[in-house]
């Protein structure tokens, strides 16, 4: 069986997701009620930065949750093409095509969001770090995947092994976050995974 591993060069990452933007949502199958629980779990609201935005899967679940405003945010300038065709004239919604780690933005957000793409980032402690400083103090960064740590790994060893790290146990990514944020939630479960912390200061 193939180990898992993440690809260090961002252009090969980017290339990656650049060649499958424009079949993407064929193959995505979000599960409602799932992600309504873990928005509700996340409290996620107000302005919200979407990391790993992708073609936009989680909008219309921000905005079935009365949230602000969304900023979506992905490596790939192709999966951001498709998003923008998808929510042309959505004025909530705007999308950057840029390395979220690597971003600065003007106003601070609400909730940050990295929804199924944890696995993508090959430095966590650099990841939350940045997401901890886009946040305002009280603001909640939430990091979700829809399905439980043993699926997840089994599909991206059968589909990006080179892409993907596997994904830690939220007990220990809790840990990472310590320093940065206070942790509010914490689900490890066969059909979802969440961490949620808040900025205290």
């Not at 601070?108 to 305002?136: E, S």
């Not at 995947?145 to 599909?155: M, Y």
């Not at 892409?163 to 310590?178: D, V």
């Amino acid at each position: 069986m193939t180990d898992l591993r993440s690809a260090d060069n961002l252009e090969e990452v980017r290339a990656y997701f650049d060649q499958r933007a424009s079949g993407w949502d064929e193959r995505q199958h979000p599960d409602p009620e799932v992600i309504e629980d873990i928005l509700k779990k996340g409290k996620v609201g107000g302005r919200v930065l979407d990391v790993a935005c992708g073609t936009g899967v989680m909008i219309p679940f921000y905005i079935r949750a009365g949230v602000r405003s969304v900023v979506g945010v992905d490596l790939s300038p192709k999966m951001i093409e498709e998003a923008e065709k998808k929510f042309e004239g959505e004025k909530k919604v705007s999308f950057l095509a840029l390395d979220a780690l690597e971003a600065e933005f003007e106003e601070p957000f609400d909730t940050v969001v990295v929804f199924n793409a944890w696995p993508h980032f090959i430095q966590p402690l650099k990841a939350i770090c940045a997401f901890a400083g886009d946040l305002r103090p009280g603001g909640r960064l939430v990091i979700a995947h829809d399905k439980g740590r043993k699926q997840l790994d089994n599909i991206h060893r059968g589909g990006a092994p080179f892409l993907s790290l596997p994904l830690p146990p939220a007990s220990l990514l809790a840990e990472r976050m310590e320093g940065w944020l206070k942790v509010e939630e914490e689900r490890d479960l066969e059909d979802r995974y969440e961490v949620v912390g808040k900025k205290i200061a």
